[in-house]
Structure formats: structure tokens, C-alpha cells
């Protein structure tokens, strides 16, 4: 393994993250970079009645010998996982003498994943996301992506011959590129994708029992007062809209959000997530579920404008994770 300083970027770093790190409970592993960091945490918002999800973010290429040193920390009695996802290996690494080497990342690669299987029944492989012009944020590098994607058919032929599965990220992102998210700067998305990548590993990966996830959505139509598809309004105001949208899109399928409502015309959104944003005032449908979607700060205030307009069918959202334990 390299240690040859000149094989290094100018910078190099290291981010660890342990959840409620004095705490039991299940918990899963990120080791990525700095895409996986931002990930992180909205992974926990959806998983944190389930599991404690901890991070090893690093630039260090796979070759060098301080990736490996720090990720062993990692490695030991003290935690124990239940998932580890492998998300390593595609934005950084890209000088020396291993950066274009197959074969050596390949195995280097393995060797990785069979560090992970040591310590963990379940290990997934997530390939890395594309890099975008340093002057245009909206157009690909195709030079960078060229040895992406060499890079993501090397962890793809890892994870079968270790028997993983391979969550591909690559895939998703790119055909949701400038419809569903955009990018803030060459490498990071805007804050709305991690929660459709957190949305997307859960349905895909199975996280959650689909057990648990039934039991929850049958809590939730029952506190909901749902029976059959109902047509329901997002009241909003000091909360994340998109982490509420997939969080009821993936527990709650029988709730179908037809508009979103803010008190005045102080949010500049036409739209969240293809879904018409409107002035409270300005909602016609007073039969349909509305759901406000507040901090103790307005919730009440929000309570009494929509009945004063109109409304019957009010629901709180804050209520309804805090009565269910969600």
C-alpha cells in the first residue's frame, strides 16, 4: 500500500461519527466520503426509533495505509453492526501510483469488504455519484466520469465476488439529475436528494422489516383516521418538507399529498417535489386530510387559521410521531 506523501492530496481528512455512541442498540456503519457525511444524518431522521447509523468519512485513497489504520478504529468490541454500506473509493484517490491500477483497487477493494463481513452478517456496496464542471454545476465532467465509472464496475465486481449486494447510487442520481435535485457544487447535492437517497435505500434495501414498516402504517392510518387513499394538504411552516414527504411516502402509502400550504406568500416554492406549493387562504378542497406540519411555535396558531377557514379534517404531524414513538 502506498505511503509515498506525494501520493496524497494537499489535504487529507478524516470524519468519524458515533450515534448515541452511550447507548445500545442496533446500528449501522457508513463508510464513504464527504456525500456519505451528508448523508448520515438523514438516514437517522428515518431510522432513529430503529438504529443508530455511525460514519467513516475519509479523502484517503483505498491504497494508503492511514485509510486503513483509521478505519480499524471502527473494528473492535465496543459496537457492533447490523449493516455496514460501503460507499468508498470514487471522489478522492485520483493521483499516485494505484489511482489507475484495476487490478490493485479491485483488490484493495475486497479486501475492504471482507474487513466488514469479518465484523457484520450484512454488507452493501453503494457505487459513488458523478462529479459536475468546476465552472458548471449542471453539466458532468466527462473526463472525472470516465474513471467513476471505471471505479464503479471495480466495486460492482467486488461485491459478487464477495456475495454483497450493490445499492447503485450512480444509477439513481443520474436519472434524477436536474429533475428531482441539483447539485450546490462539483461533488454535493442539494439538501432535498440525501433524503430521496434515505427514501431509496430504505425501500430498496429492506432496512426495516416490512413487518415493522406495516405496523407502523397501520398506527399511523389509525391516528389519522384513514380507512382507504386519501387526498391530503401539508400545512407548513419550521419544518423539512422533504424529509415529510418521504417519510409519509414510504410509511404511510395511503396518504396522497395533493398540495402543500404555507400561511403566506413569504416561501417563494412554486412546488415541492412536483407537488403544488399554495397560500393557506388560497386552498379550495376544505374536505381534504390536513396535516400541519410544525414546531411547537406555530402549531397552534396554524390549528386556528385553518379551522377559522374552513377545515375539519386537522391533524398534527409533531403529535402523531411523538403519541406513536416515531
Known sequence: MSTDFQNREPTEWVNSWISHANCKGDRILLIGDSVTR???????????????????????????????????????????????????????????????????????????????QSFCDRVVVMTGTSCMKVDDFEQLDTGVETELLA???IAKQAAEDTGSPVFDLHLIMKQGRGVDFKYIDRVHFENSAYFYIAYKMLAELSIIKEAERERVRELMDRFLGIEKITDSIIY???????????????????????????????????????????????????????????????????????????????????????????
Open 38 to 116: 451528508a448523508l448520515r444524518g438523514k438516514l437517522e431522521f428515518f431510522l432513529k426509533k430503529w438504529y443508530h447509523v455511525d460514519l467513516f468519512a475519509s479523502s484517503f485513497a483505498i491504497t494508503d495505509h492511514l485509510f486503513w489504520r483509521h478505519l480499524q478504529c471502527f473494528f473492535n468490541d465496543e459496537y457492533q453492526y447490523k449493516i455496514i454500506i460501503i460507499n468508498y473509493n470514487f471522489h478522492h484517490g485520483y493521483i499516485g501510483d494505484y489511482a489507475g491500477n484495476e487490478k490493485i483497487l479491485q483488490t484493495m477493494y475486497q479486501k475492504l469488504i471482507h474487513l466488514c
Open 151 to 153: 471505479r464503479n464496475i
Open 236 to 326: 407548513l411552516e419550521g419544518e423539512d418538507a422533504y424529509y415529510i414527504y418521504y417519510w409519509l411516502k414510504y410509511f404511510c402509502e395511503d396518504i396522497r399529498i395533493v398540495a402543500w400550504a404555507v400561511t403566506d406568500g413569504g416561501d417563494i416554492r412554486k412546488e415541492i417535489c412536483s407537488i403544488p406549493v399554495y397560500e393557506i387562504d388560497r386552498v379550495d378542497n376544505k374536505n381534504s386530510l390536513l396535516i400541519i406540519a410544525a414546531n411547537d411555535q406555530y402549531e397552534q396558531q396554524m390549528r386556528d387559521t385553518a379551522e377559522k377557514l374552513g377545515f375539519k379534517k386537522i391533524k398534527s404531524y409533531r403529535c402523531m410521531r411523538s403519541d406513536l414513538y416515531l
